[in-house]
């Protein structure tokens, strides 16, 4: 059967009829509200959007609101850095939202970052960022350790974010360290210590992004501080193996390399992109011992997700597989064509009931993604 290939020169708009097959570029169909399945694979029945009250209330009471302990955060092994999806307007589609955030759930994840690079809180204001991180804790707050990224280049706006975060129950907050202005290695500690007091902390290093490695003298200053649960670290194993040495709890934060960190470098886990498609297969890789015959197998899907700087495959997935709308706020924009006809063929090869959704991985045109610039 003939691929499709490109077609240059189409508007943008939105379409919901699916055109079934690979032989041609298909359309996305909205998910109707009324019926209500589990995905492929689940372990049992969930609702798709979470609106029922349980007995989370995190500002009820100074008890309830510090009820995690630093040590709950360390012995997380699964934390997706969860996707947020938009409706066509560009506000967040909660429902879709509520269903992802169920199949994590429901694939052994433990722990979700809100908002984080691949949550694309950069493109949210506080108020959407503090709303989102308080509805996840109310909605999920008893199944799922929610971990809000309040991190800042300004230290008073991660102050005040991570005060927010806390005050609607997040239960750790993730901060990077000051970005694009940089600062010295005392700035550095200094930024840390004005957030580290207001609960359980993991510090996120990633010098592709912020532009500034934060170095391990850094680190370790930082970790006689109780509220210091551990860091995500995407410099590498080496890095991983200094700090595990001295008994730093590290989370890895390069999907590709989660099962040599893990299982040869002592890393407590992974801080997942591929876990938003794959919870149950990342969920073994951390839990079920080495396993390079998995590792390989999922190798393929964790380069094609960073084949563009993340969240960019990970969108154009979503959007295929029926679980989000093709929507993207800008600077975003889809995968192209070609790479869009490889995520099917690595679903393939991976098997559709390893993914989250219900629907097969179809490959949509051009025109059915939606880009946003004012929302």
Not at 108 to 133: F, N, Y
Not at 247 to 267: L, Q, V
Not at 269 to 284: E, F, K, T
Not at 314 to 331: H, K, M, S
């Amino acid at each position: 059967m003939a691929l499709p290939t490109a077609n240059p020169g189409v508007r943008l708009g939105w379409k919901e009829a699916p055109a079934p097959g690979l032989g041609s570029a298909s359309r996305l169909a909205l998910p109707r509200r009324a019926a209500v399945t589990p995905h492929r694979g689940s372990r049992g029945k969930f609702p798709v959007a979470a609106i029922s009250l349980d007995d989370y209330l995190p500002m009820r009471s100074t008890e309830v609101k510090n009820r995690t302990s630093t040590g709950d955060i360390k012995s997380l092994r699964l934390i997706t850095a969860v996707k947020t999806p938009y409706l066509p307007d560009g506000r967040f589609d909660l429902e879709a939202y509520d269903s992802l955030i169920n199949m994590q759930i429901e694939g052994g994840a433990e722990g979700v970052i809100v908002g984080g690079t691949t949550g694309e809180g950069h493109l949210m204001s506080w108020d959407e960022h503090i709303m989102l991180i308080g509805h996840t804790v109310n909605c999920f707050g008893t199944r799922i350790k929610v971990i809000g990224n309040t991190g800042s280049n300004s230290t008073r706006e991660a102050v005040h974010a991570t005060e927010q975060g806390f005050a609607v129950g997040m239960h750790a907050a993730l901060h990077i360290n000051p970005y694009y202005g940089k600062t010295s290695t005392e700035g550095l500690i200094s930024h840390f210590e004005a957030v580290l007091p207001m609960g359980p902390t993991i510090i996120y290093n990633v010098p592709s992004r912020s532009g500034q490695d934060i170095p391990p003298q850094v680190i370790e200053a930082l970790s006689r501080f109780p509220n210091i649960a551990g860091v995500k670290e995407c410099v590498g194993h080496e890095r991983v193996k200094c700090y595990t040495d001295k008994g730093i709890t590290i989370w890895s934060g390069n999907d590709d390399e989660c099962h040599d960190s893990r299982w040869k470098y002592g890393a407590t886990g992974v801080i997942s992109v591929a876990s938003n498609l794959v919870p149950d297969l990342m969920h073994s890789l951390m839990y079920e011992g080495e396993n390079a015959t998995l590792n390989e197998k999922l190798l393929p899907l964790m380069k094609w997700l960073f084949c563009q700087p993340n969240p960019i495959a990970l969108n154009t997935a979503l959007a295929q597989l029926g679980v989000a709308r093709p929507v993207f706020r800008l600077p975003y924009v889809p995968l192209s064509l070609d790479k869009r006809i490889e995520f099917v063929r690595i679903v393939e090869a991976i098997g559709r009931e390893n993914f989250v959704g219900q629907t097969d991985a179809r490959i949509l045109d051009d025109d059915d993604f939606v880009f946003i610039s004012r929302y």
